[in-house]
């Protein structure tokens, strides 16, 4: 007999948490020492709010995880300026005014929805989480108000599952909730006969463990299109209730998981970071601030030894205390009980070196590259631009999976979500069945592409040069395609650049004036060439009476002839 639904689930979120089991120590020794509040090792830790600072004695490993993720933010998904655009995989197709305007417009509406959502919210908790742990996960759901809604998840709290090709496609989570917000979230007839019992005595803040399950729909009606016979299934269940029922069952029509790894390596499921590349020097760091506090109070309190008349004395060993004696000897009988050379130099240098390995571990140069740079350094802006494209390129791998992992998934997920609700204007009549790409023209992903830019400078300058000498080589350089490609190494705005049938039509029409005023002028020549033929004729003196009945043909010939022997 065929499990139910909720044994079926229940047992794939016992082997995924088995799977997941082996890096729990792991991301747990990372949260100590640099993220204490993020984690959830165990479910019952949520909303608690005990000290768990205590191993982090310098939080230079927690600043600069923070100046990642603000980096990342700004870099990768900024809420202040385009992001993304969406294009066609037709250059042709993409150079149509109506194609382009209908894109842009999208674009637009797109960002509109993500600026009214918790999208940036959630993103900046899940790029903490990825330089910290190298994975995060974010479920976008479905939203009256704000067409979708993020909720971001911490490590520890999911499991995750890939297909044959190493895609993320199932996520199980564990997480608690009250009994108010249970009996609300999923209605009073579908809870267990405990959540009932303690609604209807008005335990309403007592916790109630939750796991969601998402993963692919093995069966399936693919006629219909209802929440039980979409591509995913989502499923929700009591971790402590009956065995055979569930709080509810809905569908996907896309994995609605945004599942990212930093770095993954071959076939494994959850990622590596900064985090844990960092993790050894977050260790010494903490050490040595620990020896250092030590040293420093070993010779401003240093232990003594003293006579044993001094007994119960000890309050007057402190700085400004009196001890009396009998004696002078006895006076300098007092003594520090060991003698300490620390050199805090040494100690202080090492604790340099140490930030400075933590730094570049979450890629801090980078990001504070210009903030960093020597004020007596005189560097112009290109050298600038340059060290930045240069340096730029050591994430260029990341920012590639996290792209493809989390940005366009996010994309993906809004566009489907409104073309449910109808926002999308009416589409135009070229891209009718066509399949829509997703441009990404960050700050951080044009810093990629403009390292590009730099041999197509030097060819251009170079051939400037050469032109000058030999003209010919002019013939060489296809400008128009220099144009289109240069800009859209540089993410300049489509709309900057005049498609190419807009060009020729504008060349064609430039054409047309140059011949009809090059006809003008000729016409104007021409009327002064005839006008000054007839004033040369008119000057000209009047042959004899004679000669006019022979030869009259004859002299104007030569008359004529005579005139146009000057030109």
Known sequence: MADSLR?????????????????????????????????????????KGDKRHRAILDNSGTRALRTLA?????????????????????????????????????????????????VYRALQMAYEELGAFGTTAVIVLDDYDSVIHCMPLTIGEFALATDSRGNVNTIYREFRMTVAAVVEEFGYENVSRSVKRLYDKGNL?????????????????????????????????????????????????QFPALAARWNVTGGDIYGTGPGMEALGDLRQLQQEQLYKSKGIAQQADPAVVAPADFRNQEENLVPGGILYADNVQQMQAVRAAYEVPLN??????????????????????????????????????????????????????????????????????????????????????????????????????????????NSIDRFTQNLGVL????????????????????????GIDPQLIVPGKEVALIREQRAQAQAQANQIAMAKEMAGVAKDL??????????????????????????????????
Request: charged share 25%; proline share 5%; net charge negative.
């Open 344 to 453: 805090l130099n040494y100690l202080l240098q090492d604790i340099q070196d140490v930030r400075q390995r933590i730094n570049e571990a979450f890629y801090k140069d980078i990001f504070m590259m210009i903030a960093g740079t020597n004020p007596s350094a005189r560097m112009t802006a290109t050298e600038i631009a340059e060290r930045h494209e240069e340096k730029m390129l050591m994430l260029g791998p990341v920012l590639e999976r996290l792209n493809a992992e989390m940005n366009d998934r996010l994309i993906a997920l809004t566009f489907d979500r409104m073309v449910q609700v109808g926002m999308l204007p009416p589409i135009p009549d070229e891209l009718q069945g066509i399949e829509l790409n997703v441009e990404f023209v960050s700050i951080l992903a044009q810093a990629q592409r403009a390292v590009a830019t």
């Open 205 to 253: 803040d007592e916790w109630v463990t939750i796991i969601n399950g998402i993963e692919p729909r093995l069966k399936r009606d693919h006629s219909k299109s209802d929440n039980k016979n979409m591509p995913f299934r989502s499923v929700y269940f009591e971790a402590n209730g009956e065995k055979d029922k569930v709080l509810r069952e809905t569908g996907f029509r």
């Open 467 to 490: 032109v000058a000498i030999k003209p010919d080589l002019a013939d060489k350089f296809n400008a128009d395609y220099w144009a289109d490609s240069y800009a859209d190494l540089l």
């Open 534 to 567: 007839g004033a040369a004729q008119a000057q000209a003196p009047t042959p004899p009476m004679g000669a006019l009945e022979g030869g009259l043909q004859s002299a104007s010939s030569d008359q004529i002839m005579g005139q146009f022997s000057g030109w």
């Open 70 to 118: 603000g980096g990342m933010m700004a870099g990768m998904t900024s809420p202040a300026r385009p992001w993304f655009r969406l294009t066609t995989k037709n250059p042709q197709l993409d150079e149509s005014y109506e194609v382009k305007k209908w894109l842009g417009k999208v674009t637009s509406l797109m960002q509109m929805v993500f600026n009214q959502s918790n």
């Open 7 to 47: 044994k079926q689930c229940g047992k794939r979120w016992e082997a995924l948490k088995a799977e997941r089991s082996s890096w729990m120590p792991h991301w747990q020794e990372i949260s100590e020492v640099l993220l204490p509040r993020a984690g959830r090792f165990l479910v019952t830790e949520n909303n």
